[in-house]
């Protein structure tokens, strides 16, 4: 179904059940699964692969080419996954040559309205970005993780899988997994408990993140101290184990707030 006003690429490889509604551009090097949906006035570029059952909302612009000075038009992708929902005027850029050449995007997403998420980003499954949220370049978003509105991030930081990030909450460090935060300046506040227990985390799991929470954070140790902490003190579960990769792993240091 493909409204006479649109516009679509010969070259487009679209797969059952798509609908095209009035005044869409579907540029080349577009490849889509089935069953997705745009709404009007939506653009898709490509190289791009898009998954099934997505849902595009008018003004949109997905796929299109990274906003870097850099770029001269080499043949980045974008990739996104099934079931995913980009509101209206959301922004999903290509990725870059000096950034890996690739913008990911997971399954069953949801991008508010205005939501930005800039070249080289990886966006995990079920990831929630509230209206005018934005990821700068390169910056990776764990799954389940939470960003909320006006909130701008950083170029190359991490958002751990499952954290909550408050609106308006300045990102210029790392997020560790599994953590709310939040306020003007940024403000630990604890774990995020009430998240995970809804997404079936065992209790004691959820405990032992709150007990590392307030080691890391609440403590008084330095980082390195911190972590040792949490090694000597709590159970090697997989969750706690997460934390201390990430932290360890870090490049940019954690935000502390």
């Known amino acids: 179904m493909i409204h ?124 929630i970005m509230a209206n005018s949220a934005t990821l700068a370049g390169h910056v990776t978003v764990g799954e389940f993780a939470s960003i909320g509105g006006l909130t701008p991030v950083h170029q190359f930081v991490r958002i751990g899988p499952h954290a909550f990030i408050g609106g308006a909450t300045r990102v210029s460090q790392d997020i560790v997994p599994f953590i709310k935060m939040g306020g003007i300046p940024p403000t630990i506040l604890g774990a995020n408990s009430v998240g995970l227990l809804r997404r079936g985390f065992d209790k004691r799991a959820v405990e032992a993140i709150d007990t590392a929470v307030k080691i890391l954070f609440k403590s008084g140790l330095n980082t390195t101290q911190g972590v040792e902490k949490i090694k000597a003190s709590l159970p090697a579960i997989p969750e706690i184990a997460a934390i201390i990769s990430f932290v360890e792993t870090s490049q940019r240091g954690i935000l502390r707030g």
């Open 4 to 127: 006479p006003s649109s516009v679509i690429s010969p070259d487009v490889v679209m797969g059952e059940g798509c609908e095209i509604g009035p005044f869409c551009v579907v540029g080349p090097g577009v490849v889509m699964g089935a069953r997705n949906i745009l709404r009007n006035h939506v653009t898709l570029e490509g190289p791009s692969s898009i998954g099934s059952d997505n849902v595009f909302f008018p003004g949109c612009a997905v796929g299109t080419q990274p906003q870097d000075l850099k770029y001269a038009g080499e043949p980045t992708t974008l990739t996104m996954g099934d079931r995913n929902i980009v509101r209206e005027c959301v922004t999903i850029n290509r990725g870059t040559v000096g950034g890996g050449g690739h913008t990911t995007v997971g399954t069953g997403c949801l991008f508010m309205l205005a939501a930005h998420v800039a070249h080289d980003c990886h966006v995990g499954d079920g990831v």
